[in-house]
């Protein structure tokens, strides 16, 4: 498959990082992965013009939604996830394979970078106009289409052709975290985000060495409201 939003070939590539890098449990967390999986061709909804030209590299576009949509009551409980969102994708990262495949590049792009997010007509009719806005807003812009307008915003930013993309949401992520084992983190200063009025991730850890289960993972990526000493809250959560 040569072209963007296959979202099966991105898993795919993922996985080929993880059998790189780390490939003790690349098979488990491939197999948590695909088990509730599913593809999407978002080529029709992408405009053809004056998009960058592909390379003999792969770039493939990671996001992490805010999405309630499909969860399940227990889903929401369990994650702590009270406030409602806006869906956007608050984790944007960009991974570059080799045109060998025998390295990877990642780089991850804050939320709230103020970009243009350019014109679009979506699938159900509506035209978006460009506007600048921070960057996790092109998601929920996009609306059915927010794949592919985030495509286009980032292709628009770096100049680079994204490839393939594969996002995930919350449960997806808990299951990700599960397979790995848990998750090791090292916390510069304690954390203490309780939950009020629907809003704050509910994690409650002190400093030093923790290994993060699904729920603390996702209430670590969640934080906002504390100071996690990275500097400020969206550098931080990268």
Known sequence: MQWPGRTFTALLAVTSILVLFSSVKADKVATSFFAGTHQTDVTKTIPVKNRPKTTSGMNILLLGVDSRA?????????????DV??????????????????HAT???????????????????????PEVKMKLNAAYPRGGPD???????????????????YMSIDIPHLGRMVTALGGVEVCLPQAINDPVRNGH???????????????????????????????????????
């Not at 969102?85 to 045109?99: E, F, Q, W, Y």
């Not at 780089?107 to 007509?121: A, C, G, H, N």
């Not at 030093?208 to 809250?233: C, F, I, P, W």
């Open 106 to 128: 990642v780089v991850s792009f804050p939320r709230d970078l103020l970009v243009t997010i350019p014109e679009y007509k979506r699938s159900d009719g509506k035209v978006m």
């Open 146 to 164: 927010g794949p592919a307008l985030t495509i286009i915003t980032i292709e628009k930013l770096t100049g680079l052709r994204i490839d393939h």
């Open 70 to 82: 499909g969860l399940t009551a227990a889903e929401i409980a369990r994650y702590r996830l009270g």
């Open 200 to 238: 704050g991730s509910g994690l409650n850890l002190s400093a030093g060495k923790h290994l993060l289960n699904d729920v603390q993972a996702v209430g670590y990526v969640r934080t906002r409201y504390v100071d996690t000493g990275e500097g400020s809250s969206d550098f931080g959560r990268i």
């Open 85 to 102: 969102g806006l869906g956007g994708s608050d984790t944007i990262m960009l991974v570059h394979l080799s045109p060998a495949r025998d």
